[in-house]
Nanobody, 128 residues
């Protein structure tokens, strides 16, 4: 059974930092490209950052470029999202997701071909 479990969300003041983690199990982790998305109620889901399965190539949305950093540890089946300089508009539920196949960061973040698996999300609240 494939499982993606996010953690690390919480309440943080504007300007602060959080590190989200996604623990993966039930599949061969380094076969998959993996990324982070977020959703605010009433708005479309937004792709934030993704990382390729083996080479570690990364792609970021403009809204988080320079503030967020994605990384993965294939030995531990973990992916992280370091979020710095958080803003109130970063408040959302954050999800990790994965997709097999060749890496195309733009297509991944736009969900052009859909995702294979999703986590259940972790809530991040940034206070002003």
């Amino acid at each position: 059974e494939v499982r993606l479990v996010e953690s690390g969300g919480g309440l943080v003041p504007a300007g602060g930092s959080l590190r989200l983690s996604c623990a993966a199990s039930g599949f061969t982790f380094d076969d998959y490209n993996i990324g982070w998305f977020r959703r605010v109620p009433g708005k479309e889901r937004e792709g934030l950052a993704c990382i390729s399965n083996r080479s570690g190539t990364t792609t970021y949305a403009n809204s988080v470029k320079g503030r967020f950093t994605i990384s993965r540890d294939n030995s531990k089946n973990m992916v992280h999202l370091q979020m710095n300089s958080l803003k109130p508009e970063d408040t959302a539920t954050y999800y990790c997701a994965l997709k097999s196949g060749s890496y195309d960061g733009s297509s991944f973040l736009s969900e052009k071909y859909g995702m294979d698996y999703w986590g259940r999300g972790t809530l991040v609240t940034v206070s002003s």
